[in-house]
């Protein structure tokens, strides 16, 4: 069996994992609060996405992949990063200003995974020595990909019935 269905495997039942953890318990919980109370732990998962900068790290991975796209790749990881901890330090602030900050680290973070899909598929990513990166594609994007759902799907019921702020 080659690198790719194993990780396939991992991500797939990682992704199932989550989505279960998150439809089964998070969610009824968050759906409690309002909305920038409710990403706030969400915002976590996503700030954890500086640990992509291993992909340029010196020794980390193995050196013949091109380092330009592995630097196009943890820079995605790196904006998204900062992007969610501006983000907590609005919801944590009460700011309206989070909402559309969501929608942004949203589409960034998204657009990113698109990206190293792209890179990923242009190096054959899967058959190079990834290191400790080969933990983070199995258990820790599947995680960021669920969070994301979730934040969105936060963001699409704040729309119908609950306040954004808990003085609302």
Known sequence: MGNIPILLIQVSMATLAYALLYAWYVRPRLARLPLLLAVQPLLFVQMFRF???????????DPSLPTDLLAQ??????????????ALLLARAGSSATVPLLWVLT??????FANVGRIALETNLLEFDL?????AL?????????AHVAI???LLASRASRPIIASE
Not at 107 to 112: E, F, K, M, T, W
Not at 138 to 146: E, G, K, Q
């Open 107 to 112: 589409a960034v973070g998204l657009l990113d």
């Open 152 to 154: 969105i799907d936060q």
């Open 138 to 146: 199995s258990w820790y994007v599947p995680a960021v990909l669920i």
């Open 51 to 61: 640990t992509g900068l291993t992909l340029i790290a010196e020794g980390q991975v």
């Open 73 to 86: 790749a943890s820079s995605g990881d790196l904006a998204s990063a900062l992007l969610a901890l501006v």
């Open 131 to 135: 290191g400790a990166m080969w933990l």
